[in-house]
């Protein structure tokens, strides 16, 4: 399944599928982009970052894509586990924020059904 | 290694009372950040501690929020008086470094402003 930003904010997948978070962000001279996962009642957990030299990065069942022309950025968990249930934040290292702090995303809310 | 402790969890206060929040860094971190996630959007910058000196504060929304970081160590947040447009989770986070890039979350503290 996939979601796009903030037009579809709740993703559903069926527990073992492969999930897919979309989020664009504004800014084409932001250098360093990061994923955070937050569940319920804790903060948000680091996941995985990438900077725009690079398109692709791989992590344990996590890869971020970065797609400078377009200015898109997805997050993809493979065989989504019920644990992955929480809601996805993008943030990105923007010259708006001075570079100094993250711009975050309204977030994703995935939801894994056995 | 303890991570990043925020106190209270949670708040309930009437419009017009005082509230402060507690954030506890992890040891060592110099940079300290407070950030909040209001009505369910994203999560906005607040202000940035290098130490006990105050970096950048121009996400502090208004003269009511006055944030103090004494020492270099823990720092705190003062809502006063209190609006309803303040309801939110406060977040706090620490880095080793400036960049304002990998940050550590606490859990938050869920204000309720009613």
């Known amino acids: 399944g996939e979601s796009v930003g903030l037009h579809l904010p709740t993703l559903s997948v069926q527990e073992g599928d492969n999930s897919i978070i979309n989020c664009a962000y504004s800014?084409?001279?932001?250098?360093?982009f990061i994923w955070y996962k937050q569940e319920s009642g804790k903060g948000p957990q680091f996941i995985i970052d990438?900077?725009?030299?690079?398109d692709k990065r791989q992590g344990q069942r996590v890869t971020v894509l970065l797609n400078k022309t377009v200015k898109h950025l997805s997050l993809q968990i493979a065989a989504t586990q019920p644990g992955d249930s929480a809601v996805y934040f993008c943030?990105?290292?923007?010259?708006?924020?001075?570079?100094?702090?993250?711009?975050f995303g309204a977030g994703t809310r995935l939801a894994v059904h056995p | 290694e303890a991570g990043v402790t925020q106190f209270p969890s949670h708040s309930v206060i009437e419009k017009g009372q005082t509230v402060t929040l507690r954030c506890d860094p992890i040891?060592?971190?110099?940079?300290l950040y407070w950030y909040r996630r209001v009505m369910g959007k994203e999560i906005k910058f607040l202000l940035h501690?290098?130490?006990?000196?105050?970096?950048?504060e121009s996400g502090m929304p208004n003269n009511r929020f006055l944030a103090e970081r004494t020492g270099g160590t823990y720092s705190t947040l003062k809502v006063q008086p209190a609006e309803l447009e303040d309801s939110g989770v406060y977040f706090c986070?620490?880095?080793?470094?400036?960049?304002?890039?990998?940050?550590?979350f606490g859990s938050g503290t869920q204000l309720s402003v009613l």
């Open positions: 986070a620490s880095s080793p470094d400036p960049s304002g890039e990998k940050l550590f």
């Open positions: 800014n084409s001279a932001s250098d360093y």
């Open positions: 990438i900077r725009s030299n690079m």
């Open positions: 943030a990105e290292n923007s010259p708006r924020g001075g570079y100094n702090k993250l711009i």
């Open positions: 040891s060592g971190h110099d940079n």
């Open positions: 501690f290098v130490k006990e000196s105050k970096q950048d």
